[in-house]
């Protein structure tokens, strides 16, 4: 791990709710994260850094802004919320598939026909104002950074668009390397084994940090996730004496959260 590290801090505007399907999610039952996870954030920024526009169903292998030349050694930690709230459950029915089966297995053909019917989807989605992208890295690359994000605007979350506001100058800051004080705030998810406190609302979610893919015979990739068990909620405390990157006004960055994306792809 590099001796000096900063953090970037990156303000978008999703325009309109986003829906990011929880790991958990089920055939019939789809839950958004609350917050974009390290892989899609990463994915994300690289994708506007590089002028790719990633389409789903392409089956291309994961994107980072590490793999991208002059970016090297940079973590993105997630987008998180401003505020915000989930939307209530409601119906969604399959694109290009209007035969619905209520009867049978989960994905079971209605009878008498060959389409492969599919029973109608209950959907959350995710409002917010603002979502904050944090990234980790060297000061010169990450001023670069925010200079190529600058204005962007990029689709993201299933079916939303996320705008990156002009601003005068980069909010980077200097990180040290310290352990969590009982007041300590985490600025992004934290690993379960590292909470100090939970706040009413939080939730624990299966988050995705790396990814990796392999081409199959057909020569699509096919992308396999490593995950964590972790929470994110405002409010969110450090468990005393955790090993944590702290910023200039006491906010925590997990240690292990950290190395484990650097060490990841």
Known sequence: ?????????????????????????????????????????????????????????????????????????????????????????????????????????????PVGTQSAGKKLAVVDEFLSETLRFVVVGGKGTLEGLWEKTLGCVSPFAKKGALHFRYEKAPDVVSLSSERASDATESLTALPMTEIGSIPKRARPYLM??????????????????????????????????????????????SRSLLEQLLEGR
């Open 1 to 109: 791990m590099e001796a000096d590290l900063y953090l970037l801090t990156l303000r978008a505007e999703p325009w309109g709710s986003f829906q990011l399907r929880n790991v958990h999610k089920t055939n019939v039952g789809w839950s958004s994260y609350p917050f974009l996870p390290p892989t899609a954030a990463d994915g994300l920024l690289s994708s506007i850094v590089s002028g790719h526009r990633w389409m789903e169903g392409n089956f291309q292998p994961p994107r980072s802004l590490r793999t991208l030349e002059g970016h090297e050694g940079l973590a993105t930690l997630g987008g998180y919320p401003e505020g915000g709230e989930a939307t209530r459950p409601h119906f969604r029915t399959h694109v290009g598939n209007p035969l619905i089966s209520y009867e049978g297995p989960l994905w079971a053909p």
């Open 208 to 253: 995705p940090v790396t990814s990796e893919a392999q081409r199959n015979r057909q020569g699509r990739y096919e992308v396999t996730w490593s995950h964590i068990n972790c929470v994110w909620e405002s409010g969110l405390k450090v468990r005393q004496g955790t090993p944590v990157l702290l910023t200039d006004t006491g906010m925590g960055i």
